[in-house]
């Protein structure tokens, strides 16, 4: 189970969430409980199944990644957080309160100060600039201007869009507007991201410069980051720990390398086939245990690294052995290099005689 003491206040727990879409939702819970299928309670009764018993830790202060196909139900997970959708049954936990127990002041005041948003559309508007963009979840709390302004501009240089200030939504790149569209959500101090499909409308390149602007702002503002996406590859790149949906219902939590090294059933499997495992395993989850006083020409490389960086750090170093050590440079393990390039290639393409990782 996930740790939620780290950060307790900005811990988010979800239990036994049912959402079911029609006029007789809460009448169709038991249904579901009893087994009936999405497919089955559509037919039957006309009614959709949104979320079934949806039970997830996510931690204060690191990214949670919620990740599923079109239909999986990620996104109304996501609005049962800040309470856009209600559940039809279940709690949504935050810091030790419930916000489905909210009365509408309480809701309204969790909303402004606790969370934040980022939609994958921007949701910029269109006549105000940027910074009057980045002030306006400010301008609502009903902040002094200049204090916006100075929070404002603090952020708008932090996601790296100093002197375009003054710039409309139109005059901006897509990456540019999602920037913008980051900046508010910060400046808003919520100590709970929810980041829904944010940058799944973005060009890969630009895709891939978002992700690394959230990776290194997440370093100094340990927010506690709910991030949606159908993409496996951004998934293992950004999430702490991540959450599979399918039908919804969550079919795998765990860390990216839990997800990869033991997939739960066909369908994760399906998925994680074709990642770079390399980029995902470390190398303490495919080491040798250390016999005292041996390897000791064995290149240390500290618990945590990927197999990626290790094979690197060998090749360039020449050596054919690495020694994993812990947090005290204690050598806990052994990784040969071949050991370490055959734990790069999946199972299957390792039967097959496949030569390299796949991705």
């Given at each position: 189970?996930?740790?939620t ?6 811990a ?9 879409f029609g006029p007789?939702a ?5 249904l579901v409980?009893?087994g009936?299928?999405?497919a089955?309670?559509?037919?039957t ?6 979320l079934?018993?949806?039970n997830?830790d996510m ?8 990740m599923g ?5 990620k996104?109304?997970?996501i609005?049962h957080?800040?309470?856009?959708i209600?559940p039809?049954a ?5 810091g030790?309160e419930?916000?489905?127990?909210m009365n509408p002041?309480?809701?309204?005041e969790?909303?402004?100060h606790?969370?934040a ?9 269109p ?6 963009n980045?002030v306006y979840?400010?301008?609502v709390r009903?902040?002094p ?10 952020w708008?240089?932090r996601?790296?869009?100093?002197g ?15 920037r913008?569209g ?5 400046a808003n ?10 940058f799944?409308a ?8 978002m ?10 503002i340990r927010k506690?980051v709910v991030?949606?996406?159908?993409d496996l590859d951004?998934?293992l ?12 219902e969550?079919i ?6 839990d997800?990869?090294?033991?997939p739960a059933?066909?369908y994760i499997?399906?998925f994680?086939?074709?990642?770079n ?5 470390q ?7 250390a016999?005292d006083g041996a390897?000791r020409?064995a ?7 990927t197999?990626d ?6 090749a360039l ?8 050590t812990?947090a005290?440079g204690r050598p806990?393990?052994?990784?040969a290099?071949?050991?370490?390039v055959?734990a790069?290639v ?9 030569a390299?990782?796949?991705g």
């Open positions: 189970m996930a740790d003491q780290a950060s307790p206040a900005n988010i727990r979800i239990r036994n969430l049912y959402k079911i007789r809460a009448q169709c819970v038991d409980k009893q009936m299928s999405k089955e309670l559509n037919a009764h006309g009614h959709v199944l949104g079934k018993d949806i997830i931690p204060g202060g690191g990214i949670f990644v919620i196909l079109s239909g999986s139900g996104s109304t997970l609005r957080i800040n309470r856009l209600d039809t279940g709690e949504v936990i935050v030790g419930d916000v489905v127990k002041h309480d809701l309204r969790f909303r402004r606790k969370t948003m980022v939609f994958q559309k921007f949701a910029l508007l006549h105000r600039n940027v910074l009057d980045t979840g400010l301008e009903g902040l201007r200049a204090r916006q302004e100075q929070t404002a501009m603090r708008i240089e996601v790296g869009l100093s375009f200030e003054k710039s409309f939504p139109n005059q901006l790149s897509g990456g540019m507007q999602q913008v980051l900046a508010r959500a910060l101090d919520a100590p709970i991201l929810l980041m829904d499909e944010a799944s973005l060009d890969p390149l630009i895709r891939m410069d992700q690394s602007v959230l990776l290194d702002l997440q370093k100094e506690t991030f949606i996406t159908h951004e998934a790149r950004l999430g702490d720990r991540i959450a599979i949906l399918r039908d919804g969550v795998q939590q765990g860390t990216a390398q997800i990869v090294l033991k059933d066909d499997a399906s994680v086939k074709e990642v495992r390399g980029r995902v395993i190398v303490e989850a495919v080491m040798r245990p016999a390897h020409s290149l240390p490389v500290p618990a945590g690294t197999l960086d290790a094979a690197r750090a060998l170093a020449g050596r054919d052995e690495l020694a994993v812990d005290s806990v393990g052994i990784l290099m071949a050991d370490l055959t790069m999946p199972p299957g393409d390792a039967r097959k005689g496949g390299g990782p796949a």
